[in-house]
């Protein structure tokens, strides 16, 4: 979704901004603008489509300034064009905003406004940030005010940065939106997402949710919405620059589905380790609370909830205790039972995630414990949560995601390994039978990543396909749903995911001669019944391919086979081949895989 970026310092603004703007593509966006202070006054280079768009119609080499904002719009209110396209100034062009969120209450301010004598060139609901600004500057003839007063009559979310020929700096603003704020040496950077100044920067500060901050090139100073002046704790981000980059891969994509061995090694380091007792130092949950709690729920989004499906069946199956899985979106709706003896886990890779927020806050309102499992170090929800667990799989560019999955689905295991610890709910042997097993996970994904050219001839034949069915049962209808998304969401091919015994009830239907059903086995308790579904779409004409770790003859299906490991992490292998096939079939309709249409990185709107 939106992204934000703004510079303060002596070298030139406009090719930082450009190139934070550029680190930020893969949020999802339809326009992007830029504004810097030159010679006084405020230059605004804005333009519908890609951010190179900006530079190619505007001359851009030449435009001087050493302040500037600039952002990378994904519409809400208003079609993508120029006109909606940010930054947005007010009437008398004496102060540039670049806005992330949602003011709900625009309509109400836009009368006001209007009354006031104030027109509007956009049908942006940020317009009217920058005209209250100007309304309110014209009482008071006080920057830091204005900006206060005109924060505290919007209602809804917004990341907000304002830069005006009256002021040296840039003014910013937060309210559940993503914002942070990165120091150099004699020069300031600021933006939505950590990678776009992370080649400048690895310290950074949080702003908090009310919080006003106010960066020149040589100060950081921040106020309370009563605008006294406050301190926030500066952070070193550990993440290597080069991690943003594709480092020599087609697409980051591509690249990060290499990382994940890393990526689980990096989520397991200190706290899963042989012949001693599993270490979540940031969770202070002991005995007597787990023995007391009556259910757990996991609530997340998209494939973040996909990886709590599987947490849910190590959670049940390690530590005996009721795990319900709700996507963030409905789980206010579902009047979820929720008291002190529940115990809430959010799993989000952004952190940012507007419903799994919400969805957190309701938790937190009816005294449950809360825990985040996070990516994002400072994300909104690890601040909103009674603890946080992070994912530690660096950073996470593709819009597909796919090593935040394999690290989100180590970490909720190690957690349930660690509750059954506290809990004694499983022989110690299995205990550590289990744990040999998560910690060789790693040299078992490199042996699917190095056989690769199986999956990549299969895509082949599946490319031209529209439609297509994933079937498993248990974790393999887990992972069957993953897999399927991973297609969809960047190959665009219709595909379903069912739990391989429901096919007959009904989706049979729709298999024809050549329709392709990917089924996955990794159980061989389940085994038989597994293939007896997929004998049941072959002897309607399906074309079946078989991902499996079970020994497996059968010439009528083509068999992916894929290293034997525990059911239970089996999704962390399994996976593997899924995200390959969607990643080739998208390259061979020559699709942007990394930024699927339609689609944004992280989605701050609910
Ligand atoms: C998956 O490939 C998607 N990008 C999407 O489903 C994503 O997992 C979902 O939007 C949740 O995002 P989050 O983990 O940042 O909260």
Not at 131 to 151: G, M, P, S, V
Not at 383 to 390: L, W
Not at 474 to 486: P, R
């Amino acid at each position: 979704m939106c992204g934000i970026v703004g510079y303060i310092g002596n070298k030139k603004a406009n090719p930082i901004l450009i190139d934070g703007l550029l680190a930020l593509e893969y949020r999802g966006y339809d326009s992007a603008g830029i504004a810097l202070i030159d010679n006084g006054k405020i230059n605004v280079f804005k333009e519908k489509g890609r951010v190179k768009n900006i530079s190619l119609n505007n001359n851009m080499d030449t435009a001087t300034g050493n302040v500037g904002i600039a952002h990378t719009r994904w519409a809400t209110h208003g079609k993508p064009s120029q006109e909606n396209a940010h930054p947005h100034m007010d009437n008398s062009k004496m102060f540039a905003v670049v806005h992330n969120g949602i003011i709900e209450n625009y309509s109400e301010l836009r009368e006001f406004l209007k009354k006031k004598g104030y027109h509007f060139d956009s049908e942006t609901d940020t317009e009217v940030i920058p005209n209250l600004i100007h309304y309110y500057y014209q009482d008071c003839n006080n920057f830091l005010e204005a900006f206060n007063r005109t924060l505290n009559d919007l209602k809804g979310s917004y990341a907000i940065l304002v830069i005006s020929p009256l002021f040296e700096g840039v003014y910013v603003a937060k309210m559940a939106s993503p914002l942070v704020i990165g120091e150099g040496n004699n020069e300031n950077f600021i933006a939505s997402d950590i990678p776009a100044i992370l080649s400048y920067t690895k310290e950074f500060y949080f702003l908090n949710d009310g919080e006003i901050g106010y960066i020149t090139k040589q100060e950081i100073k921040f106020y309370n919405n009563k605008l006294e002046k406050i301190v926030n704790e500066k952070k070193v981000i550990e993440w290597d620059k080069n991690a943003a980059d594709k480092d020599g891969f087609d697409d980051y994509m591509l690249k990060e589905i290499y990382e994940q061995p890393r990526a689980i090694k990096e989520t397991l380091a200190g706290r899963v380790v042989l012949n001693n007792s599993c270490n979540f130092p940031d969770l202070e949950i002991d005995k007597n609370y787990l023995e007391k709690i009556k259910r757990v729920y996991i609530v997340a989004c998209g494939t973040a909830m996909h990886a709590g499906l599987v947490g849910k069946k190590a959670i049940e199956q390690l530590c005996n205790i009721t795990t319900i899985v709700d996507v963030a979106s409905e789980f206010r709706y579902n009047k979820p039972i929720i008291d002190d003896e529940t115990l809430c886990i959010f799993i989000s890779q952004s952190g940012e995630t507007a419903d799994t927020i919400a969805a957190l806050k309701l938790a937190k309102s009816n005294n449950a414990k809360t825990i985040a499992i996070s990516n994002v170090l400072g994300s909104s929800i690890t601040r909103e949560a009674d603890y946080v667990v992070y994912t530690h799989a660096g950073p996470e560019i593709a819009v597909a995601s796919t090593k935040a999955y394999v690290s989100q689905v180590a970490t909720i295991i190690g957690m349930a390994i660690y509750f059954a610890e506290i809990l004694d709910t499983l022989d110690k042997k299995e205990i550590e039978k289990i744990k040999t097993e998560l910690l060789d996970l790693p040299s078992k994904i490199d042996k699917v990543l190095d056989n690769t050219k199986e999956i990549i001839d299969i895509a082949k034949n599946i490319t031209n396909e529209t439609n297509a069915f994933y079937i498993g049962r248990g974790n393999d209808y887990n992972i069957a749903l993953e897999g399927s998304l991973k297609l969809k969401e960047i190959s665009y091919i219709h595909s379903e995911a069912y739990p391989a015994g429901e096919l007959k009830h009904g989706p049979i239907a729709l298999i024809e001669n050549d329709t392709y059903v990917i089924g996955i086995i990794t159980n061989s308790d389940i085994c038989e019944k597994t293939l007896s579904n997929l004998e049941e779409v072959k002897t309607r004409g399906a074309k079946i391919v078989l991902i499996s770790n079970v020994d497996i003859v059968n010439e009528d299906m083509i068999i992916v086979n894929i290293p034997q490991i525990n059911s239970i992490l089996a999704p962390i292998v399994a996976i593997i081949p899924l995200q390959l096939l969607a990643y080739y079939i998208a390259k061979n309709k020559g699709l942007d895989v990394d930024k699927p249409r339609n689609l944004a990185k992280s989605v701050t709107v609910e």
